[in-house]
């Protein structure tokens, strides 16, 4: 498996999705995140009636509010 390279770790993105999928009203949701095919991206994906799939850039100076701002943004565009 590739390495991200991202200065926030794995649980810390979990942690942060969690959060802001709480947030946005989605409860405490299982959700998978893997690497993405792309160096410095991750694919956050989120079970349920209607799943939904998002992309997470997160390379060298990622800060844990882009990553959040990252997911409120994709989240709203459903």
């Known amino acids: 498996m590739r390495q991200n390279r991202c200065l926030v770790e794995r649980q810390d993105?979990?942690?942060?999705?969690?959060a802001?999928?709480?947030e946005l009203g989605a409860g405490d949701v299982p959700l998978?995140?893997?690497p993405d095919t792309e160096p410095d991206?991750?694919?956050?994906?989120?079970?349920g009636k209607t799943p939904s799939s998002f992309t997470l850039r997160?390379?060298?100076g990622t800060t844990a509010?882009?990553?959040r701002t990252q997911i409120f943004?994709?989240?709203?565009?459903?």
Do not use: N
């Not at 993105?13 to 969690?18: T, V």
């Open 13 to 18: 993105l979990e942690r942060i999705a969690k």
């Open 20 to 22: 802001v999928l709480r």
């Open 32 to 34: 998978t995140l893997e």
């Open 41 to 47: 991206r991750w694919r956050l994906t989120v079970p």
């Open 58 to 60: 997160c390379g060298p």
């Open 65 to 67: 509010q882009f990553v």
């Open 73 to 78: 943004e994709q989240f709203q565009r459903g």
